[in-house]
């Protein structure tokens, strides 16, 4: 099993930032792909940015140029930077990570951000 804690979330005011971090235990690999998801009320879920335990990041069209995804292998932790944060980032937002070589992926409990004036 694999457990995800998230936090970092909050409300914030257009333009502003903030940083989120996933913090994974339990039976982990080096070997992972980690990938922060947000859903807004009423709007299915999406994906934000993922990383791999090699380093290669991706990223929506919408965050691209104002969100950092990052990783600290030291400490099973990923991190989500938002910078130039707008109303439409409100959502709760999501880690989800896999493991190789097991076929499983986890999820955490979701963090609140709210952007607004």
């Keep these: 099993q694999v457990q995800l804690v998230e936090s970092g979330g909050g409300l914030v005011q257009p333009g502003g930032s903030l940083r989120l971090s996933c913090a994974a235990s ?3 690999s080096s070997i992972y792909f980690m990938t922060w998801y947000r859903q807004a009320p009423g709007k299915q879920r999406e994906l ?3 990383i791999t335990s ?3 990041t991706n990223y929506a069209d919408s965050v691209k140029g104002r969100f950092t995804i990052s990783r600290d ?9 938002m910078n130039s944060l707008k109303p439409e980032d409100t959502a709760v937002y999501y880690c989800n990570a896999q493991f190789l070589p097991s076929p499983d992926d986890y999820w ?6 709210t952007v607004s004036s």
């Design 26 to 28: 339990g039976r982990l």
């Design 73 to 81: 292998n030291a400490k099973n932790t990923v991190y989500l930077q």
């Design 108 to 113: 955490g409990q979701g963090t609140q951000v």
């Design 54 to 56: 090699f380093g290669r």
């Design 48 to 50: 934000v940015a993922g």
